[in-house]
């Protein structure tokens, strides 16, 4: 008997009752990861090539089998591939539709396999795919913030800490600062692929196989780097899913940043950006409201992804060896998050390309007391040792507060009655743009270090999209 009885397991030799609906719900994941059918399907594809190789399949065989993969593909991808949840999940239902279609040699297709090692298989596949696919969007931001670095190399802002303006910086040298986040977001996926380009097949179930396979061969038809060293292992862990899942974490949490700043910017106290009516929606009651949806919405989905990575690290930690059906339960925290990537990367982009930036807000914020450690510099520069000279600017920002302005207008003789290194070239100091290429120390904000930044992005950047096509 070949072709599958309706209703009936391909694990139902030992059973002598139907499974409860109940149970089959419960335990079914076709719902979801039916996303991976390509995957399996490829997967399979080079395990039959690999069995005929072997003679474990005929010649014919494998033929039947690869025909009958490919016509499931496009059934899938034209709509008329019935998944039934008593398929229980993707393999499944992959292999009955096979079975259905070419017979005996449908039947075939899983000596030596089992759905533990092909769903490891499966997973890595897919992975590594949509890796590749986050690196490029992230690369896609990165763009947008150099676009906007560079269309306003010589705007000056104030930088902050602890949200109080602290000192005058590029609003390049601020945008590019996200940029290299980026760039470390970049290199740990590329980092994560090497430990997630391992081929597991041959695995089996948990113990290896017990078939004269040819595991390399199927590596090399599927452009794996390496063999899985463990059966056990290679079946029961998820830990490539795990820092996958860390290094997109960390990336939302970048992407979460940023959002928050378009948030302040484009609020009526700062002012900083106006986002375009495209990319901003009102408010259904206040007519006067544009809000910055998007940037919000990076922000909050930031949650769901950080819950994807605490899922699966709970998921796994009480897991004896070797699979458990709790695996599972990997499946959706990633795709969810994947989805989520896919979405928030171009969106962010496409906002931070398209907001108009206000100079003219920007220069309001300016105020001289940014420039009071410009004015300690100076003494520094004259010898006075610089907790001294912070002590005496102290006290000058003091009385310019107690006169009511600002720093540069105080005379000549309130600088020298605080200190007598001050002289009449202190005035010099009270220009912004004498104070941001005073930091021309590599990485500083100077016009010069920022340039040296913008070249070596876009050479990295530039590079990654040679390689990787
Ligand atoms: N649907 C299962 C999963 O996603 C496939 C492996 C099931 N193996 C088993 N022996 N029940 O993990």
Not at 52 to 77: F, Q
Not at 198 to 207: C, R
Not at 406 to 423: G, K, Q, V
Not at 436 to 443: F, K, L, M, N, Y
Request: include cysteine; charge should be neutral.
């Amino acid at each position: 008997m070949t072709a599958r009885r309706k209703g009936h397991k391909p694990w139902g030799g030992r059973f002598a009752q139907a499974t409860d609906p109940l149970v089959e719900t419960y335990t079914a994941s076709i719902q979801f990861d039916r996303r991976l059918y390509r995957y399996d399907i490829q997967g399979s594809i080079a395990h039959a090539r690999m069995l005929a190789k072997c003679g474990l399949l005929a010649k014919a065989e494998a033929d039947k089998i690869v025909t009958g993969l490919h016509e499931i593909v496009g059934e899938i991808e034209r709509g008329e591939f019935r998944f039934d949840p008593s398929s229980e999940d993707i393999h499944m239902a992959i292999e009955g539709r096979l079975i259905e279609k070419v017979g005996e040699a449908g039947a075939k297709l899983h000596t030596g396999r089992s759905r533990n090692d092909q769903v490891v298989l499966d997973l890595r596949l897919y992975l590594r795919e949509q890796i590749g696919l986050v690196r490029r969007l992230v690369a896609g931001l990165q763009r947008a913030l150099i676009g906007q670095a560079k269309s306003h190399l010589d705007l000056i802002m104030p930088g902050y800490t602890h949200l109080q303006r602290a000192q005058p910086v590029l609003l390049a040298h601020h945008l590019m600062a996200y940029v290299e986040m980026l760039e470390r977001d970049r290199a740990r996926l590329t980092d994560v692929l090497v430990r997630v380009n391992v081929m597991p097949l041959g695995s089996g179930a948990l113990s290896g196989v017990g078939l004269p396979i040819d595991r390399r061969f199927v590596a090399r038809a599927l452009q794996f780097r390496t063999l899985s060293t463990n059966s056990l292992d290679a079946v029961s862990d998820r830990d490539f899913v795990i820092e996958s899942l860390a290094a997109f974490a960390l990336l939302m949490a970048h992407l979460s940043r940023l959002a928050e700043e378009i948030v302040l910017w484009a609020s009526s106290e700062f002012g900083f950006i106006e986002l375009p009516d495209a990319f901003a929606t009102g408010s259904s009651m206040m007519p006067q409201k544009k809000n910055p949806d998007v940037a919000e919405l990076t922000r909050a989905k930031t949650g769901r992804v950080f819950g994807a990575l605490v899922a699966l690290l709970t998921v796994v930690k009480g897991l004896p060896l070797s699979y458990n059906r709790d695996l599972q339960e990997d499946k959706e925290p990633l795709f969810d998050t994947i989805d989520t990537l896919l979405l928030t990367l171009p969106a962010m982009a496409r906002a931070l390309a398209t907001a108009e930036l206000r100079p003219e807000r920007m220069s309001e914020a300016m105020n001289e007391q940014l420039l009071a450690t410009d004015l300690a510099d100076y003494l520094v520069r004259r010898g006075v040792p610089f907790r001294a000279s912070h002590e005496v600017v102290g006290r000058l920002v003091r009385r310019s507060e107690a006169r009511g302005v600002a720093l540069s207008e105080l005379t000549l003789d309130a600088y020298r009655d605080e200190h007598e290194a001050f002289d009449e070239d202190v005035f010099v100091i009270f220009d912004w743009r004498t104070s941001i290429d005073a930091r021309d120390v590599a990485g500083g904000t100077s016009g010069r270090s920022v340039d040296v930044q913008l070249a070596e992005a876009r050479g990295r950047i530039d590079t990654a999209r040679s390689l990787l096509g």
